[in-house]
Every structure is written in C-alpha cells, then in structure tokens.
C-alpha cells in the first residue's frame, strides 16, 4: 500500500488548491491528488460560460446561504479576495473586471487557462496526481480506491456537490464524510432553470427580457432583477438562477414578473391610455408596440382575458388598470426547479459546525473537507469559486499542518 502525507479526493477547484496550499506550506510532504475523471478540473472548464467567473469584487456574507454562515465567513476571510487575486497573479492569471456586477474572470477570459495553471502548479511543486482513481471508502489508514488502498496522514475531501454530475461530482463525498459519523442537511440543486406553469408564458417561449422576479413563499419573498429567459418548460436566466435555491428549499413560490422594470404602474396606465386615445392601429394587439417586444404584449392581452383582435377604443379604463398592472406584475406559480444535470451547485451539504475553523472533523482527526461538499451555496456571481478557493486553501493548508506534526 503506498503512503502519502496528504490526500486530496477530489480534482475540481477546491482540491487543486488544497493540494498547491499544502505542498507550497509544506513542500517537502508527499502530497497527492485523487481525481475520479481522467482529467482534472472538468466542471472549472464550464464555469461562467466558458470564461470562469472566479470571484467578486464584493465577497461579502450577505451573499452565501447555508446553516453556520459566521463559520464560513471566518474561512471566507482566511482566504479572502485579495488573497485569491494575490493567489491567481502567481501564477500568471491577472484579474479582469466585466460588467457593472463585481464579477472577475482571469484576464485571458478563458476558463482552461484557469484549469491549465493550478495543474501546472500541482506539477511543478510536486503533487502526485493519480486520475482515473475513484475513493469509495475511507479506511483506518487512509482511503481505498477501485483497484487499490493508499495510506495517509490526513485526508481532504474535496468531491464536490451532486450539481452537474456528467463534470465529475457524483455526491460520492457525502457518502465518504457519513462514513466518518458527519450528518447531511437537505440537499436542493440551486442555480438552476425553474419550472414555472407554462401556458400563461407561452407566448413569449424564447423570448428574453429585462425585468425584475420577486419569488413569495408564506411570508418570505426574494427579488432579483436581470435578464429573464422564458422557456418551454419555465423560467431561466440570471435573475431566476439566483433565486432557484430559495424556491427549491421551499418547494415552490409564488412569482410576480415585472416586465417593465423602469416605469411606474402609473405611467404605464397613462400611456396605455394614450395608445388607446391616439387609436394607433386601433387593435389591441398594438397597444404595447414600441415600449415592450410585441409577444410581451400579447401575453399580457391573453392574461387579463382580452382579445388581441379587438379595437382598443373597445378596452375599458379597468381593462387598461389591468394590463398595467400585469406588466408590472406578472403572476406566475413556480412549480420546482430543473434537475441536477442543469445545476450549477448544490444547497445544503455537511454542516459546517462539525468541522474545527481550521476545516477539520470534529467526529475525525486528520479529516478534511472543503468546497461544495460542505453546507455552503453562494449566489451566482463569482461566490461558488471563492468558497472553493477560501475553503480549498484552508483546508489544505491545514491537513499539511496536521500531516507534519503526525510525522
Ligand atoms: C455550468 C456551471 C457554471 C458555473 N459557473 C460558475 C461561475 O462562473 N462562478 C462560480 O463561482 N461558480 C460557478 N459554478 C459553480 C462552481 O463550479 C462550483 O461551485 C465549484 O466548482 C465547486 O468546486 P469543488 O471543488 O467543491 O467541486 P468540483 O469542482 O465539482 O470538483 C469535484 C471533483 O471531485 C471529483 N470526485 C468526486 N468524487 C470523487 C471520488 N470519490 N474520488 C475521486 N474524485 C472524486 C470529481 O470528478 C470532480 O473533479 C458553476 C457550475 C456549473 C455546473
């Protein structure tokens, strides 16, 4: 059986970086990479559509969920944005700011060069990196594999989440952390597409608009604004994507559309009464023509129950009241949201509480964990990264600790 210092399970963007902390604290442990794929880094590839969104200008709690928020913002701050601008621009990969949202990607916008350098790095600093190696257990002495035990001195988990699964995260990891007596809270794909009801949308099927979502569930709400998608199957895009995780933990939610996020109710109704007076085209059809995609409109007839095909003289002051305020709220009950395979991460995980601040077990000496594994889910925008990052860079660093004290 071969013997390692440190054992990392799992190739994604928290492993990489543990395994470059440990070895970079502690260059002279034999530090080694368990990855299940034949090639490491696999979901890194398809993050932020290709250009991987690797951070935000504003890391801040706020934008995290899970159950031991204070825990993970002491990780966050350990290893916080500077740190990992500090951390990319050593190894080659300067910054790049885009859009009027915070989000950074590396310079070259290219999610490879992101993968290709911490590979590189695991390389020059040593790290063994066995691919094609699947951990199905934790042992006494350190993991088994199919095919094979290894030894170690500490071991980190790093699988990743149950989100897109064909990149590698099987949820393989929950299973080796309540091996080791670590319970799992809920878990939600998050992220991820809604589905909606589908007949009230199916005008505007492909359709992308500007405009705010605002989901309800009891007395709970979330507003996010951005780039609606309408779909066949319900709702996409970034503001949807932002709010799956809290419709998805609440089984659903009421949505309200506002489909002309930059006027008033009250404007809307005086120029809907404009139209109607001006008697332009004089169908109801045309009433929105200019202001909103004509589909917007067409649905917003359909909706409050009037005929595109009537004069819109024929429309009365409580048929206009009422498409106004369908333009500005929109109902809409989401139902769920799409599966693992279009998730971008995983909600809920191993709680954070059962770990040391260092990312140690509490049920397990010399047991790590770090990344999606872990109960922490931060909004679109750079934030899922940071958390590998931040966790991935603590953890290792600290099994490394841990590694050499045991020797
Ligand atoms: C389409 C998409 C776009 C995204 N875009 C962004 C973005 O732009 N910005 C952002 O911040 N976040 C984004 N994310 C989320 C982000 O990619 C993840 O939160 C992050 O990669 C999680 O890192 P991780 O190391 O925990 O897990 P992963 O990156 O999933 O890595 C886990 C690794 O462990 C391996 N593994 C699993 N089980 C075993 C085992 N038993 N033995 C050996 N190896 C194993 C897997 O093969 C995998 O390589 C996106 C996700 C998706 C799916």
């Given amino acids: 059986m071969k013997a390692h210092d440190v054992i990392i399970v799992g190739g994604g963007a928290s492993g990489l970086t543990a395994a470059i902390a440990a070895k970079r604290a502690a260059p002279a442990l034999r530090v080694a990479l368990f990855e299940s794929g034949a090639r490491v880094g696999r979901k890194l590839l398809v993050t932020g559509n290709g250009r991987c969104n ?3 200008e504003r890391v801040e709690i706020s ?3 899970g159950g031991d928020l204070a825990a993970a913002g002491r990780v ?9 601008a500090a951390f990319f621009a050593s190894l080659g990969v300067p910054l790049r700011a885009d859009g009027t949202d915070g989000k950074l990607y590396p310079a070259s916008l290219q999610a490879g060069s992101v993968v290709d350098v911490l590979r590189f790095e695991c390389d020059r600093l040593g790290v063994e990196t066995l691919l094609e190696c699947h951990v199905t257990a934790l042992t006494a002495s350190g993991v088994a594999f199919e095919g094979g035990q290894a030894a170690a001195r500490a071991v980190v988990i790093a699988c990743g989440g149950r989100a897109a699964p064909h990149t590698g995260s099987c949820g393989s990891g929950y299973a080796l952390l309540e091996q080791a007596g670590h319970t799992l809270t809920p878990l939600h794909p998050a992220i991820v597409p809604l589905r909606t009801e589908t007949e009230p949308i ?13 989901a309800f569930a009891g007395d709970e709400m979330r507003r996010e604004a951005g780039e609606i998608h309408f779909a066949e199957y319900g709702l996409s895009g970034p503001p949807v994507m ?14 309200l559309l506002d489909l002309l996020p930059d006027r008033t109710g009250e404007w809307v109704l005086s120029y809907l009464r404009e139209r109607r007076a001006a008697a332009y085209g004089d169908l109801a059809e045309n009433l929105f023509l200019g202001l909103t995609h004509k589909r917007v409109g067409l649905m917003l007839l359909k909706r409050a129950g009037l005929s595109p095909r009537q004069a819109a003289s024929s429309l009365s002051d409580g048929d206009l009241a009422a498409l106004a305020t369908l333009a500005k709220a929109f109902p809409l009950r989401a139902t769920g949201t799409a599966g693992w395979a279009d998730a971008q991460v995983t909600a809920g995980g191993v709680p954070l509480g059962e770990f040391t601040g260092d990312l140690m077990s509490k049920k397990r000496p010399g047991l790590f964990a770090c990344g999606e594994v872990l109960d922490v889910t931060g909004d679109c925008g750079g934030f899922n990264l940071q958390w590998a990052w931040s966790s991935g860079y603590v953890a290792g660093s600290s099994a490394a600790a841990f590694a050499e004290g045991e020797r």
């Fill in 76 to 84: 966050l701050d350990r290893f916080d944005g500077a740190a990992t």
């Fill in 242 to 255: 932002q709010l799956s995780g809290f419709v998805a933990a609440r089984g659903g939610a009421d949505l």
């Fill in 63 to 65: 934008r995290y969920h």
């Fill in 54 to 56: 690797l951070t935000n």
């Fill in 202 to 214: 199916r005008p505007v099927t492909k359709l992308r608009i500007e405009g705010v979502v605002t």
